[in-house]
């Protein structure tokens, strides 16, 4: 008898495996008033909305089949999102209700920025950039000239600002797939006529560059980071993009893929190994702060100088008071019926060997064996070796499902 629930509960287990991993939160959007709260995932087609920044949140799906890179709000009502394809999506209620603005030219849109509520530009990944001027009733291809511009897939861009309608900012890099695109790919490219024109104002062959923000005309921060030992970099201009400087980051940062200022000396970037490092007087000075994450954080938004979150790997943080203390903040997804046969969310979040459970339920190791129960908030787990455990609510008809957590 013994054995055969032991069976039935690793089967269990097994079948969960290939469907229950954590989810991969790859954009992330707090305008100003540190009260809302957008995520999306490159898993689903959801688009996650908090009002209380974290403390709760609901799901929208957005009917389309492509999955979201990033996601951006101008005010609390009017926002985008872009994809795969260049599948960009507007909303100018908050959330509730979205319209596709496009759907082509380059092979996945990036990141996604406005100026203003009409001004925007989606990184296109290739050569193709997205541009508009009515706010994303229509978006126009731009193509940027090979040479100078490298061609097929060599570099990508990744990263994309604007500081008013003229003057703007493109950056690329590569992850390498194997042996290639090993070593710096990095691109920084600059426009002063909307993007007319563009003009390559640094190649870099040790670093690849992936997100880029600039505080006004003249100063401006580039991150990324070495491929081949991940080791995070910071580049700043005081001249407009003429000339950069390496600003010192902290030996234990490691590649960067997002950077936020909120103003000309308040700044935090994120990326591998939950990385988060922030700068209180332009760079000039990073230190790195306790994200509580281990896994690659991918976007970092702040609404104020006290109010942020990072979306990555599995995982959500949010801060209220500058970066001082992170926390998990939980957020589930019921996934659309089409796709999926049942539902699945993240009832818990592991985070340096402490589950953080929203309700009850049992841990088990993957031989289908009880190790021990689980209460709603903190579970310490450092009595338990590094392995593949699975947590399951003590109601299976719940929307918590059955997450899988790894220890290291």
């Given at each position: 008898?013994?054995?055969?629930?032991?069976?039935?509960?690793?089967?269990v287990?097994?079948m969960?495996?290939?469907?229950?991993?954590?989810?991969?939160?790859?954009g992330?959007?707090?305008?100003?008033?540190?009260v809302?709260?957008?995520?999306?995932t490159?898993?689903?087609?959801?688009?996650?909305?908090?009002?209380?920044?974290g403390?709760?949140?609901?799901?929208?799906?957005?009917p389309?089949?492509?999955?979201f890179?990033d996601?951006?709000?101008?005010?609390?009502?009017?926002?985008?999102?872009?994809?795969?394809?260049?599948?960009?999506?507007?909303?100018t209620?908050g959330?509730?209700?979205?319209?596709?603005?496009n759907?082509?030219?380059?092979?996945?849109?990036?990141?996604?920025?406005?100026?203003?509520?009409?001004?925007?530009?989606?990184?296109?990944?290739?050569i193709?950039?997205?541009?508009?001027?009515?706010?994303?009733a229509?978006?126009?291809?731009?193509?940027?000239?090979?040479?100078?511009?490298p061609?097929?897939?060599?570099?990508e861009?990744?990263g994309v600002?604007?500081?008013?309608?003229?003057?703007?900012?493109?950056?690329?890099g590569h992850?390498?797939?194997?042996?290639?695109?090993?070593?710096?790919?990095?691109?920084?490219?600059?426009?002063?006529?909307?993007?007319?024109n563009?003009?390559?104002?640094?190649?870099?062959?040790?670093?690849?560059?992936?997100?880029?923000?600039?505080?006004?005309?003249?100063?401006?921060?580039?991150?990324?980071?070495n491929?081949?030992?991940?080791?995070a970099?910071?580049?700043?201009?005081?001249?407009g993009?003429?000339?950069w400087?390496?600003?010192q980051?902290?030996?234990?940062?490691?590649f960067?893929?997002a950077?936020?200022?909120i103003?000309r000396n308040?700044?935090?970037?994120?990326?591998?190994?939950?990385?988060?490092?922030?700068t209180?007087d332009?760079?000039?000075?990073?230190?790195?702060q306790?994200?509580?994450?281990?896994?690659?954080l991918?976007?970092?938004?702040?609404?104020?100088?006290?109010?942020?979150?990072?979306?990555?790997?599995?995982?959500?943080?949010v801060?209220?008071?500058?970066?001082?203390h992170w926390?998990s903040?939980?957020?589930?997804i019921?996934d659309?019926?089409?796709?999926?046969?049942?539902?699945?969310?993240?009832?818990?979040?592991?985070l340096?060997?402490?589950?953080?459970?929203?309700?009850?339920?049992?841990?088990?190791d993957?031989?289908?064996?009880?190790?021990?129960?689980?209460c709603p908030?903190?579970?310490?787990?450092?009595?338990?070796?590094?392995g593949?455990?699975?947590?399951?609510?003590?109601?299976?008809?719940?929307?918590?499902?059955?997450?899988?957590?790894?220890?290291?």
């Open positions: 008898m013994h054995h055969k629930s032991k069976l039935l509960m690793f089967n287990c097994l969960v495996v290939s469907v229950a991993n954590g989810l991969i939160y790859h992330i959007a707090t305008p100003s008033g540190g809302h709260a957008w995520v999306v490159i898993e689903t087609t959801a688009v996650l909305h908090s009002g209380n920044f403390s709760s949140w609901d799901t929208v799906e957005v389309t089949i492509r999955d890179f996601v951006f709000f101008y005010t609390s009502d009017s926002g985008w999102t872009c994809g795969r394809a260049g599948d960009i999506w507007g909303t209620d959330g509730v209700t979205w319209t596709r603005q759907l082509g030219g380059p092979k996945h849109a990036a990141r996604i920025r406005f100026v203003d509520g009409e001004f925007g530009w989606a990184a296109g990944g290739d193709v950039q997205l541009r508009t001027t009515n706010g994303g229509e978006w126009q291809q731009v193509f940027l000239p090979v040479p100078p511009f061609s097929g897939d060599t570099a861009f990744q600002w604007f500081v008013d309608h003229d003057y703007g900012w493109l950056v690329a992850w390498p797939a194997g042996d290639t695109f090993q070593g710096g790919q990095g691109l920084i490219a600059k426009t002063t006529d909307g993007g007319e563009w003009q390559i104002v640094r190649r870099d062959t040790t670093y690849d560059f992936y997100d880029v923000y600039f505080a006004d005309y003249s100063n401006g921060w580039v991150v990324g980071g491929d081949r030992n991940f080791q970099v910071v580049l700043y201009t005081s001249d993009g003429n000339s400087i390496q600003q980051v902290p030996p234990d940062a490691r960067l893929r950077v936020k200022f103003n308040y700044g935090w970037a994120c990326g591998r190994n939950g990385t988060i490092i922030h209180t332009g760079g000039i000075t990073w230190v790195l306790n994200s509580g994450a281990d896994s690659t991918f976007d970092i938004d702040f609404a104020d100088t006290l109010s942020g979150m990072a979306a990555g790997n599995g995982v959500v943080v801060t209220t008071d500058g970066g001082q926390s903040t939980l957020i589930g019921e659309p019926g089409i796709q999926w046969n049942f539902k699945r969310a993240q009832s818990a979040v592991i340096n060997r402490t589950l953080f459970c929203v309700t009850s339920g049992i841990l088990i993957i031989a289908g064996q009880k190790l021990c129960e689980l908030g903190e579970n310490n787990l450092n009595g338990l070796r590094s593949v455990y699975f947590f399951i609510p003590n109601s299976l008809m719940n929307n918590a499902g059955i997450m899988k957590v790894i220890i290291k």
